[in-house]
Each structure stands twice: as C-alpha cells, then as structure tokens.
C-alpha cells in the first residue's frame, strides 16, 4: 500500500480566512514533505519533516505554518494567504528521508480570492 | 540551477514504445536518476529510479548512459492512458530536483 491521502480536495478561502490542509500516510514513513505547484510548473519544496522534526524550511513565508502531530500526520496550515498563493499543494513521504522514493498524494487544489 | 533538461513536449503513437530523453550533465556519482509522471492535476505517480545500471519494472525501463550524462526511460507498449507530463529528477540524497517535465501526449 503506498497510499497517501489529502482532505480537502478542494479549498477556496479570503485573504483573511484561516484554514487548514491535512495529509495522513500509513505505510510507516518516518519523513514527510509539503510542495507547492503552480499550473504547468514543477512541484517546489516548501517543508520537509523527518521523524517529525522540521528539517527543512525552504524560505517559505510565515502564512504557511507547518505542523506534525505524529509521524502518520502532517498539517499545513494558512493564514492571510494571498492570490498568488493559490496552487496545488502536494503532499508526499519516504521510509526514512530523501534518498528514498517519494510517494505523494493527490493534493489539494488551493484558491485564494 | 537546472540539474536535469528535458523536451517540453513529445507525441507518440498508441502502442508503440515512448522514448523520454533527459539530460543531467552535471549528476554526481552517488546522485540518483528517478522518473515521475502527473497526470492531469493529480499528485506525481513514481515511476521507476537507477544509479548506474539500467533498471526495469512493470511500468517502464530506464536506459542510463555510461558517463551517467543522460538517461531515456522506455514506456514500451505506450496506450492512451500514458498521456501524461514525465519529470525526470537527480535525487541528491538532499533534495529532490525536478526537470520542467515532458508533455507526452499519446495518439490514437
């Protein structure tokens, strides 16, 4: 089973709504990763958490607030978005970090008005 | 930095193999080649992975160069299920670094 599962499929929020993307995995990874992606681009890193630490923040800004509650979980969570934040945003793991094969999820599609 | 350049886009014929070239000029010896497709707006599938050798699996095949410079993987009996954007990857063993991809539309 390589399934990871992301709710809601689909997000429209204001700019002074909060909300919140949830991914969950069940295959055991002990690291998980949130990218962004923009029409016709590749995904972008923004988060990687391994044995729910944060190891990796690639200079996202403060509105996007990661979040790992146990090592099955992972949140993001959004805060006074702006339109040019809407995107896909995907959510992946690995057994154990970046020399493994990623598995990612469906994502969630993202519009910020 | 780019790591890896690929075609934007490719067209083949259904049934027939699907050559997907990549370029990583400037991978090291222990940087990993892997391959993902994302079909439209759904999250990337992986597809297959090699270092040295060339690999195969149920989905496709992965021809890696010599030099390691380059790769191709081999979609051998392609069907219209296979239309897709193909983004080839140098997994650093820090991060993951993906090409612009390749639009492969696979024809009737």
């Known amino acids: 089973d390589t399934e990871v599962t992301q709710t809601p499929k689909h997000l429209v929020m204001g700019m002074t709504n909060k909300k919140s993307l949830k991914c969950e995995q069940h295959m055991g990874h002990r690291a998980m990763y949130w990218y962004k992606q923009k029409a016709k681009k590749p995904p972008e890193l923004m988060f990687v958490?391994?044995?729910?630490?944060?190891?990796i923040n690639e200079s996202v800004p403060s509105r996007f607030s990661p979040e790992c509650p146990n090592s099955s979980l992972l949140n993001l969570h959004l805060h006074a978005l702006q339109p040019e934040d809407s995107a896909l945003y995907l959510c992946?793991?690995?057994?154990?970090?970046?020399?493994?094969?990623?598995?990612f999820g469906p994502g969630t599609r993202l519009t910020v008005l | 930095d780019a790591k890896t350049t690929q075609p934007p886009s490719m067209d083949c014929a259904e049934g027939r193999a699907a050559n997907l070239p990549c370029n990583h000029s400037t991978i090291s010896g222990n940087e990993y080649v892997y391959w993902y497709r994302q079909i439209h707006s759904q999250g990337p599938q992986y597809i297959i992975h090699g270092l040295k050798n060339n690999e195969t699996n149920e989905m496709a095949s992965l021809i890696i160069t010599e030099d390691r410079k380059s790769s191709t993987l081999i979609l051998p009996h392609a069907t219209l299920r296979d239309t897709a954007v193909y983004y080839c990857?140098?997994?650093?063993?820090?991060?993951?670094?993906f090409g612009t991809g390749t639009s492969l539309t696979v024809i009737p």
């Open positions: 958490y391994s044995y729910e630490k944060l190891s």
């Open positions: 992946a793991s690995s057994r154990f970090g970046y020399t493994d094969t990623q598995y």
């Open positions: 990857i140098v997994n650093t063993g820090n991060q993951f670094y």
